[in-house]
């Protein structure tokens, strides 16, 4: 097993509170918090695939576990990636992502992109 980097992608309606310092700190919080928990097997197809989830948050920080869906997907094991990233995102939020409340519109709705060949560290 190999924990892999992850690219974090918002999709929000506030585009405005994306751009502040204050919430790409909070965007790399999140990130680094995901991070550890996102465990592929190396020798399986999972490490060739990309996925994107999106879902929705709740104001406490919260992910609503049944809102999330699979937006994108490319590689041979779409089902094994979707559910390692899934699991990653759900055990790791803790009791909740360090995300600013004023802007829960802007974070109300997102998408990661977990990226298996991403350098660790790389979020591009």
């Known amino acids: 097993m190999k924990r892999l980097a992850l690219v974090l992608a918002l999709t929000a309606t506030g585009a405005v509170a994306q751009q502040t310092p204050g919430f790409q700190a909070a965007v790399a919080a999140m990130r680094i918090q995901i991070q550890p928990c996102w465990v592929i097997d190396v020798d399986s197809g999972q490490s060739e695939t990309i996925v994107t989830l999106g ?35 759900l055990r790791c939020q803790g009791e909740g992502y360090p995300l600013p409340l004023t802007d829960f519109e802007a974070w109300k709705q997102i998408e990661i992109k977990f990226d298996p060949r991403s350098p660790l ?3 591009t």
Do not use: C, K, Y
């Open 55 to 89: 879902f929705a948050m709740n104001p406490d920080g919260t992910v609503q576990p049944d809102s999330i869906t699979l937006v994108n997907a490319e590689g041979p094991d779409t089902e094994g990636a979707m559910h390692s990233a899934r699991r990653a995102l």
């Open 121 to 123: 560290g790389d979020e």
